[in-house]
């Protein structure tokens, strides 16, 4: 954290949502020295889900926020358990049986190599949600989250902004970050409920999520399979699996395409039948079909994303996160951008020297995030038309999917964090007249 002897900022920001996103911006202010409350809806900090993957970029970013965070990181993260599969992001399998389709000849044979994706210093790195948000969370002081607090107004009152929560308390802050995930409030009021970007939009893809005992799986499939991450690709389905707490248990996500593209439930989790799933996925292999018997407690997840947001701030309010620009995860990388986003406004924010000057910050975060975010979201539906053989120009050519996925993720991996706050920086100078 910053030293205490530092003269804090001339202002107070609020950070409404405690995911990874709001965490680690609220981190990220804290280092930077800046007055912040956290306002978390729930009760307590919790996260739903079980593993979630970072990109080279995202670890890289938790060490620029805090290097504690990289730490605790560290010390929780699982990768591939065969040190010569280290730096192995996925291995890319063939999922169903040879003319196991039935609308499309197979290109190959069940277990066919595709693909070895490679992401070099990290390979496939994963945690546990709730052991990560934890890991976060014991860098909070105590007093600085509150909690039950759902936003349900953002104004500018006076020189203040002022918010207002569901249980009708109201606070008071000069900025205003709005980090509430997918169904964001802050979004809605950023945006206006009837703008046509404000609204998440089902992408025509679930999932059914659950998690393996490592040694039931390593039993079934072997240690090869079981023991470091493999993503089994097919016809409008494919399947990944990759090991977290520290190698004891597989964390398993099967994708399905819903043909008519349609999701009517107001509930995005649902709970599962099994019989549905083997269903779905019939003509599979026995790799599949083993890892779909074994998931305990499996659940079906409805994945929606947001169209583009014209903009990520108005006034001295901000989106970060989900609440900006949740994706897919198909390539991984959704949750690293809510990181990568809190280092570079945590700084911006560091930068400013008045309330003047946050609108400003506001201004340089969205030039510079805005675009890349938004290219994380529309590629990421790109890959599972490429992991699901719908893809127009590769189709099943799994010579040409392999040349693709070996370079596909470079750009998101390989992005010069610094180089990208030094723009942002320069775009602040100069609507700060600096």
């Not at 964001?184 to 009021?189: K, L, M, N, P, V």
């Not at 675009?371 to 719908?390: C, G, H, L, M, N």
């Not at 189709?395 to 040349?403: A, F, Y």
Request: proline share 5%; hydrophobic share 40%; net charge negative.
């Amino acid at each position: 954290m910053a030293p205490s002897d530092t003269p804090k900022k001339p202002f107070h920001v609020a950070v409404c949502g405690g995911g990874i996103g709001g965490l680690c911006m609220l981190i990220g202010l804290l280092h930077q020295n800046i007055s912040c409350t956290l306002y978390e809806s729930a009760a307590a900090f919790a996260e739903i889900g079980a593993g979630v993957s970072f990109g080279p970029n995202a670890v890289r970013a938790m060490s620029l926020i805090d290097p504690d965070i990289k730490k605790g990181y560290d010390r929780i993260a699982t990768g591939n358990a065969w040190p010569e599969k280290k730096n192995l992001w996925f291995e890319f399998n063939l999922g169903p049986k040879e003319n196991g389709w039935k609308d499309l000849e197979a290109p190959g044979k069940e277990g066919q190599k595709i693909a070895q994706v490679a992401a070099l210093d990290v390979g496939q790195s994963s945690v546990h949600r709730a052991h990560f948000l934890d890991v976060l969370v014991k860098m909070v002081p105590d007093g600085v989250a509150q909690f039950g607090k759902r936003v349900d107004k953002v104004e500018k009152k006076g020189l203040k902004m002022m918010l207002t929560f569901q249980d009708g308390s109201t606070a008071e802050a000069d900025a205003v970050i709005g980090c509430d995930g997918v169904k964001s409030r802050t979004r809605q009021i950023l945006l206006g409920e009837d703008h046509e970007s404000t609204n998440p939009t089902f992408t025509g893809k679930y999932a059914y999520r659950g998690l393996i005992p490592m040694e039931k799986a390593a039993k079934a499939l072997g240690d090869a399979l079981a023991r470091n991450s493999q993503m089994y690709l097919g016809r409008h389905g494919h399947v990944l699996t990759f090991p977290i707490e520290n190698g004891e248990t597989m964390n398993v996500v099967a994708f399905q395409t819903k043909m008519d593209g349609k999701w009517e439930d107001e509930r995005w989790v649902l709970p599962m039948k099994k019989e549905d799933m083997f269903s779905d996925f019939e003509g599979w292999g026995d790799s599949v079909e083993q890892i779909l018997s074994l998931m305990e407690n499996p659940d079906v997840w409805a994945l929606f994303d947001h169209p583009p947001a014209p903009t990520y701030f108005k006034g001295r309010l901000a989106l970060l996160g989900d609440a900006a620009h949740a994706s897919t995860p198909h390539q991984g990388a959704g949750a690293g951008q809510a990181i990568e986003d809190a280092f570079i406004l945590s700084n911006l924010l560091g930068q400013a020297n008045s309330v003047e000057e946050i609108e400003k910050a506001f201004h340089a975060y969205d030039a510079i995030r805005r675009p890349r975010s938004q290219k994380v979201v529309a590629t990421s539906r790109d890959a599972a038309k490429i992991y699901e053989f719908e893809d127009e120009e590769l189709g099943s050519d799994l010579n040409s999917i392999r040349r693709r996925l070996e370079i596909r993720y470079n750009w998101i991996w390989n992005e010069d964090l610094p180089k990208q706050l030094k723009k942002a920086q320069e775009i602040m100078g100069i609507k700060a007249g600096l």
